[in-house]
């Protein structure tokens, strides 16, 4: 077991998009890295490689984090590679674009599982550590629409308001640890989730967010690093928005 100076950080979710930024943005701090997807193994080995190539201390470790025993396996093969978890970045998520008179339960269920239950699973699981060791943080990236909701994105929605309060009620609950518990509330970012959107549908956004453009994983992931810091040492249990001025 190696053990970085800077700290390990978990970020679920991370063989791409934004949570990929997350896990290079940390690496290229000094931390050591626990790199997580679900089910593409040939993304997140490339990502692997592509930080690896880059100086970055990291591991790669498939597992379905909305299931708590392989979230277990996950953090027993993170711990074996670097030790505790110092950082948690909870940004695994799905999307579900359509009526909720349409949904599944099936459907739903998976939104709810992934989005929330991962948060459950992972929070949980790293919090043994961090409160023998009085320290600790855990960062949750989340929606605009947990707070706004979304037409069409009802359960996604749902989630991520879930996400929000969870939030704010650990950092209560932790913060007499030591622990601090902050969500990261993103518009629209430029990423894969957002391929679906038309040419017209982007230009529509565009004209509600206050910049006019859209947002980058990389400014995420800066926001991301900000608050692990000690220069965020004073903040716990917000949800902070990072939108360009939307709406």
Known sequence: MTKNKKGTVLVTGSSRGIGKAIAEAFGKKGYAVVLNGSNN????EQTKKELTQKGIDCIAVLADVSDYESCKMLLTEAKKAFGPIDVLVNNAGISHVGLFSDMTPKQWKKVIAVNLESVFCCTHLVLA????NHKGNIINI??????RGASCEAVYSAAKGGMDAFTKAMAKEMGPSGIRINAISCGVIDTQMNACFTKEEKEMLLEEIALMRLGKAEEVAQLAVFLAEDTASFITGQVI???????
């Open 41 to 44: 193994k040939k993304d997140l």
């Open 241 to 247: 928005a990072i939108d360009g001025g939307m709406f």
């Open 142 to 147: 989340s929606s605009m629409w947990g707070q």
């Open 129 to 132: 550590d961090m409160l023998r």
